[in-house]
């Protein structure tokens, strides 16, 4: 039975890291630098902080437009991590 490697995107981490602990390593993405230096210019970040979209949404009950101060995802940043598991398994078990 042969073992697969298991690897995800995740989280937004914006310095450089390598974790190794056992089968399991946490470490930066080669598309670090891109995705870090694309932070800064988006439009939800007002000197230096960063804040969600005002986002709309219909309520069913009064059939009014509400304003929400935040979005359905709270931030949305690029993912500058991978979390790999040499030894897992498949999805499946298999």
Request: with cysteine; charged share 25%; glycine share 8%.
């Amino acid at each position: 039975m042969a073992v697969s490697r298991i690897e995800k995107a995740f989280g937004f981490y914006p310095q450089r890291l390598v974790i190794d602990i056992g089968a399991v390593r946490i470490c930066t993405l080669p598309d670090f630098e891109v995705s870090i230096n694309s932070v800064p210019s988006r439009e939800e970040v007002h000197e230096g902080w960063i804040y969600t979209r005002v986002e709309q949404s219909y309520e069913l009950y009064s059939r009014e437009i509400c304003v929400r101060p935040y979005g359905t995802r709270v931030f949305g940043l690029p993912k500058t991590n991978r979390l790999k598991h040499s030894s897992a398994r498949g999805e499946r078990g298999h």
